[in-house]
């Protein structure tokens, strides 16, 4: 066995998943919420609504209350978005007069005075006989891209719903948790098969096996689950080279294992480790990019 080899593998294999340990968390620095990662520690935007913090709504009611803001620079907006989880559901609801940024003395402000807003919204509530909408609405600086800002959220209940509790979850992503379980797995057999070829070479053929059977699930779950067969959503999503990659390193990676099997059932040593290797830099690489493209799912 080459021990630099050895050592050079374990700190290939080490260092991202040393990285991935030390930075993967589900509180990033900025918080959990928009003030999180926008400053408002001078209290220069104050922001509130003639309505209560939870509201009582029927399938297909408009609701009309006044937004009142203060600040410099001043702009009002309850922007036409969804977040999937569950912060805000303004993409669900209808909203007049606008969901682009209100300004300061435009036709939409009703106090004639400077920074100083009243904005009349009217809500209109989805056709559904049971839900719960968070309407979410923020006062900021409009002569910043990353504006300071004051904001509130309104909730409606249609058909008595509570408002959604919040959920913590570390990863959300299926094919995430099966991709790394796959790539442990094929790291750990083959750092044990450099330690020792001999003594680990059927619990490295054993882990490799296992490996290959998890990412065929992976890839078999995706085009079924989630695609229904329908090929043309794979190279849908943006960023579209990083989605495609990941695809193309996925697949290649899946091919060459299986190839790599192959030769080691027939004793190709050379072949198998070859091509052995090739999966494991395709599948760390697919891993990686798919790390990117996990928030836009």
């Given at each position: 066995?080459?021990?630099?080899?050895?050592?050079?593998?374990?700190?290939?294999?080490?260092?991202?998943?040393?990285?991935?340990?030390?930075?993967?968390?589900?509180?990033?620095?900025?918080?959990?919420?928009?003030?999180?990662?926008?400053?408002n520690d001078l209290?220069?935007?104050?922001?509130?609504?003639?309505?209560?913090?939870?509201?009582?709504?029927?399938?297909?009611?408009?609701?009309?209350?006044?937004?009142?803001?203060?600040?410099?620079?001043?702009?009002?907006?309850?922007?036409?978005e969804t977040t999937?989880?569950?912060?805000?559901?303004?993409?669900?609801?209808?909203?007049?007069?606008?969901?682009?940024?209100?300004?300061?003395?435009?036709?939409?402000?009703?106090?004639?005075?400077?920074?100083?807003?009243?904005?009349?919204?009217?809500?209109?509530?989805?056709?559904?006989?049971?839900?719960?909408?968070?309407?979410?609405?923020?006062?900021?600086?409009?002569?910043?891209?990353?504006?300071?800002?004051?904001?509130?959220?309104?909730?409606?209940?249609?058909?008595?719903?509570?408002?959604?509790?919040?959920?913590?979850?570390?990863?959300?992503?299926?094919?995430?948790?099966?991709?790394?379980?796959?790539?442990?797995?094929?790291?750990?057999?083959?750092?044990?098969?450099?330690?020792?070829?001999?003594?680990?070479?059927?619990?490295?053929?054993?882990?490799?096996?296992?490996?290959?059977?998890?990412?065929?699930?992976?890839?078999?779950?995706?085009?079924?689950?989630?695609?229904?067969?329908?090929?043309?959503?794979?190279?849908?999503?943006?960023?579209?080279?990083?989605?495609?990659?990941?695809?193309?390193?996925?697949?290649?990676?899946?091919?060459?294992?299986?190839?790599?099997?192959?030769?080691?059932?027939?004793?190709?040593?050379?072949?198998?480790?070859?091509?052995?290797?090739?999966?494991?830099?395709?599948?760390?690489?697919?891993?990686?990019?798919?790390?990117?493209?996990?928030?836009?799912?």
């Amino acid at each position: 066995m080459n021990k630099k080899i050895l050592i050079l593998f374990i700190s290939i294999i080490g260092l991202p998943l040393l990285l991935l340990v030390m930075n993967g968390n589900a509180n990033p620095t900025y918080g959990t919420n928009h003030a999180g990662c926008h400053d408002n520690d001078l209290g220069l935007y104050s922001i509130s609504a003639d309505l209560n913090s939870i509201n009582s709504v029927n399938p297909s009611e408009v609701v009309v209350f006044n937004i009142t803001a203060t600040g410099p620079n001043l702009f009002v907006q309850a922007r036409n978005e969804t977040t999937v989880d569950g912060f805000m559901h303004n993409g669900q609801l209808t909203i007049f007069p606008t969901t682009d940024r209100i300004l300061d003395n435009s036709t939409e402000d009703k106090d004639l005075g400077s920074n100083a807003m009243i904005v009349t919204f009217n809500i209109t509530i989805p056709d559904t006989e049971e839900g719960f909408y968070y309407l979410f609405i923020l006062a900021g600086d409009d002569t910043s891209a990353q504006p300071n800002f004051d904001s509130v959220r309104i909730g409606f209940s249609v058909g008595g719903v509570a408002p959604p509790e919040p959920e913590i979850e570390i990863f959300d992503h299926f094919g995430l948790i099966i991709g790394l379980s796959a790539l442990i797995l094929l790291s750990l057999g083959t750092i044990l098969v450099l330690i020792n070829e001999n003594k680990f070479v059927k619990i490295h053929g054993i882990f490799s096996g296992a490996s290959w059977i998890l990412t065929l699930i992976n890839a078999i779950s995706l085009i079924n689950l989630n695609l229904g067969f329908d090929l043309n959503v794979l190279f849908s999503f943006e960023p579209f080279g990083v989605h495609v990659s990941h695809i193309i390193l996925g697949a290649a990676g899946l091919f060459t294992g299986l190839l790599s099997m192959l030769f080691g059932i027939a004793a190709e040593r050379k072949y198998a480790k070859l091509t052995g290797y090739i999966t494991l830099v395709c599948w760390w690489t697919a891993f990686f990019l798919g790390l990117i493209l996990v928030p836009l799912f």
